[in-house]
Nanobody
Framework: QVQLVESGGGLVHPGGSLRLSCVASGFRFSAYAMTWYRQLPGKERDVVAT???DGADSMKGRFTISRDNTKNTVYLQMDNLKDEDTAVYYC?????????WGQGTQVTVSS
């Protein structure tokens, strides 16, 4: 079955960096786009960044998405973190007919 397991979250000071990882299993990872979402407290999940199966990414400023198809892993490098980046971060993929989610990893940015 499809499994997505995130790691790398934690507490970081403003201006700091974190790298999130998501290990995938149960499907042909190299064939699918992967997306990082985040959910702020009391808000809906929003897309942070997407990377296609061949590695083309949608970068959003301070965040960089990448993947290693040899390790079935997608990464999210987050730099110059701000208080408003505090959220639960999820990796996700769409395999027809549904979207799959990891369990999420908490990122807290606080001084």
């Amino acid at each position: 079955q499809v499994q997505l397991v995130e790691s790398g979250g934690g507490l970081v000071h403003p201006g700091g960096s974190l790298r999130l990882s998501c290990v995938a299993s149960g499907f042909r990872f190299s064939a699918y786009a992967m997306t990082w979402y985040r959910q702020l407290p009391g808000k809906e999940r929003d897309v942070v960044a997407t990377i296609s199966s061949d590695g083309a990414d949608s970068m959003k400023g301070r965040f960089t998405i990448s993947r290693d198809n040899t390790k079935n892993t997608v990464y999210l490098q987050m730099d110059n973190l701000k208080d408003e980046d505090t959220a639960v971060y999820y990796c996700s993929t769409f395999i027809w007919p549904r979207r799959y989610w990891g369990q999420g990893t908490q990122v807290t940015v606080s001084s």
